[in-house]
């Protein structure tokens, strides 16, 4: 599976594939998420994989679906996300594709639930994995140190042996569902990688004084919850 780097580094970040094929120029990565309730997620997902036209109709880079493991607000809880080199790519997807005008076979696979685009405030990777995904309040002067805790937080866990990445993420026009929160994910390979994460840090690993460090500018912890992400499309292929 390819991985896709988003920067959003000092003013002028960059889009790129982390093996050096460049999407684009300078510019703002953004994602958007469509959240659903579907009774059978494999056959949802399996539906999507075999329709890329519904991706390439609002020239996604790179899309993908996430399901929730543990800490379900329901059964059947996911959703389908797709990755943008600039915010206003993501932006236009809201217009250019209407979630109501879709086949009946669609339609059958899930319900909708809500909408929502994302903009990473740090560099992020995008390699899809077994995901601990936590939603928090962060006071708006702590956000620069918070996002400086998390980058020094992600490489000394890199620097530990762990194939790990953390992303941390604004919402834009979430409603009631995102409003007053940014969203963390912290992203390893499989459930097995993200428990001998835990694992260590229980047995006092040396960079839990960098997670103790971040956790310190977090206000609240709104929602944490497992999510199995992956990867299916994309424009390259």
Known sequence: MKKFILSM???LPFYAFADG????????????????????????????????????????????????ITGQD?????????????????????????LDEVS?????????????AWKPLK??????????????????????????????LEAAIRNAGHDFNMGVFQPLGGGVHETGTFLLRGVSPNSSEAGRLIDEYFAGAEWGQQYLKASSLIDKVVRDTYESCQLFYSAEQ
């Open 9 to 11: 580094v000092v003013i």
């Open 21 to 68: 094929h460049n999407l684009s120029g300078p510019g703002e990565g953004s994602f958007t998420t469509v959240m659903v309730q579907a009774p059978d997620v494999s056959a949802y997902i399996k539906h999507l994989k075999n329709n890329p036209e519904l991706f390439r109709g609002f020239d996604a880079a790179a899309a993908g679906v996430c399901v929730t």
């Open 74 to 98: 329901y059964n059947g809880e996911m959703f389908v996300w797709s990755a943008h080199s600039t915010v206003t790519g993501a932006m236009e997807e809201t217009t250019a594709y209407d």
């Open 104 to 116: 009946k076979e669609l339609a059958k696979l899930r319900t909708l639930k809500y909408r929502v």
């Open 123 to 152: 560099p992020f990777v995008l390699s899809p994995g077994f995901e601990r995904v936590t939603r928090v309040k962060i006071k708006p002067e702590n956000v620069p140190a918070y996002i400086a805790a998390a980058t020094k």
